[in-house]
């Protein structure tokens, strides 16, 4: 069995440093993950509803993008991020470019500076805490999507003045 999953590692990555193990410990803590929310939402009778509004999943789309950039971009979290990755550079307005580290901990860096990968992870957090606290996660998620709205504002107002003032 180890032979055979040496031979699949080898083949699958074609002399790439693949942390397939890392991979698989990611995969089987979101299920776990996921598993706790779910957990916590029978335990308290919580019942999800038959068909998601329009406007939640709207909401929890825009909130999801806004604390998934928060968690893996940004300069505040750097320091949650630090044991797990390089520092490159900035990368836009109070975000920064950020390499995962070599080692045993490669899979976990690479979720901790991907907004996609991240994405998965808080999507669930804030669906469950719909189900469980509906008045507060919704309250929380406004105030992310308010977050990224006046962001977009901010980053359309610099276009703005930075072609007026070349004019």
């Known amino acids: 069995m180890v032979e055979l999953l040496r031979r699949t590692r080898r083949l699958y990555s074609r002399g790439e440093d693949r942390p397939l193990g890392g991979y698989l410990a990611a995969m089987a803590g979101y299920g776990l993950y996921a ?6 939402i029978r335990w308290r009778g ?3 509803p038959v068909r998601p509004e329009p406007w939640d999943v709207a909401l929890t789309a825009v909130a999801t993008f806004r604390l998934s ?3 893996t971009k940004s300069s505040v979290t750097s320091p949650m991020r630090a044991p797990f990755t390089t520092y490159e550079a900035p990368q836009g307005p109070a975000e ?3 390499s995962p580290r ?3 901990h490669k899979a ?4 901790l500076t991907c907004p996609f990968c991240m994405s998965v992870w808080v999507s669930t957090a804030l669906t469950a805490s719909q189900v469980l606290w509906p008045r ?3 309250t929380v998620m406004a105030g992310l999507a308010a977050t990224a709205g006046a962001d977009a ?6 276009l703005l003045t930075e072609k007026a003032t070349k004019s």
């Open 153 to 158: 504002l901010q980053l359309a107002y610099s």
């Open 102 to 104: 070599e080692g045993s």
């Open 35 to 40: 598993s706790g929310w779910a957990a916590a």
């Open 108 to 111: 976990a860096a690479e979720l």
């Open 69 to 71: 950039r928060l968690l």
């Open 46 to 48: 919580a019942r999800p």
């Open 96 to 98: 920064l470019s950020e």
């Open 136 to 138: 507060g996660a919704r």
